[in-house]
C-alpha cells in the first residue's frame, strides 16, 4: 500500500505542557489550562473536518493526578466541567460521537452528569470517534479486566482479554503523541499501545497546532510497521 494511503484508525495525545505554558508566558495555571481546552476543541474541529482519523482519544485527567492539591483538583474539575460542555456543543456541529474513557466511581455526581450527557447527546453522530481519558490509568484499567475476567471460567487469550478493556471495540492506536518535552507513556493505554508509533515532541500543548499533527501524520506515513513479524 502506498505510505499516502496508509489508513490511520486511532490518534491517541498526552496533551502535556499547560502548566509550563503559563509559567513562561507569565500567566497562572489557569489560564494555562484554559488555553489547553483551546487547543484541544480546535483539533478535534480540524481532525473531524479533514477526516484525519477514525478515533481521537485525549488524556485529560489520569487516576494518578488525584494526588495533587485539593485546590487545583477542584479547580480542574471546574474545568471539564466546563469542557464537557463545549466539547458537547462542538461535537454536534461537527457530527462527534463522544466515549468517556474511564472510571466514574470517586467522580462528583455533578461531573458524572454532564458526561453522561454530553455521552448521550452525540451517540447518533458518525463522524469521528472522540475519547475523552478522564479518571483513566492503563494499569487501573488491566487490573478492572482481570477481576472481571475472575468471574468467569473463560480461558484467557489476548483476544478474549481484550473484549473485558474499558472500549475493546475501538482499534488501538496507530499513533500516540505526547507534547512537552517528556519521553513516557504516563500510564496510558498500557495494553493498547504495544505497538503503537510514538511521537514525542517539545512543544507544549497550548501551542499544539493541526499543523504539527499534519506533519506526525506525514512520518508515520513513511514508517514501515511490522508488528513483530
Known sequence: MSCFLKKIDHIAIIMDGNGRW??????????????????????????????STSHLTLYTFSTENWSRSAFEIKHLFNLIEETYELFKDTANQFNIKINHLGITNKLPRKTINIINS???????????????????????????????????????????????????????PDIIIRTGGDYRLSNFLLWQSAYSELFFIKTLWPDFKYSDLSKIINKFRLRKRNFGK
Open 22 to 51: 503559563a509559567k513562561k508566558n507569565s500567566l497562572n495555571k489557569k489560564s494555562g489550562h484554559i488555553s489547553g481546552i483551546n487547543t484541544a476543541i480546535n483539533l478535534c474541529k480540524s481532525v473531524a473536518r479533514n477526516k
Open 118 to 172: 454530553a455521552v448521550e447527546s452525540t451517540k447518533n453522530n458518525t463522524g469521528l470517534v472522540l475519547h475523552i481519558a478522564f479518571n483513566y490509568g492503563g494499569r487501573r484499567e488491566i487490573v478492572d479486566a482481570i477481576n472481571n475476567l475472575k468471574k468467569t471460567n473463560i480461558q484467557i487469550s489476548e483476544n478474549v482479554f481484550k473484549k473485558y478493556l474499558y472500549e475493546p471495540n475501538t482499534p488501538d
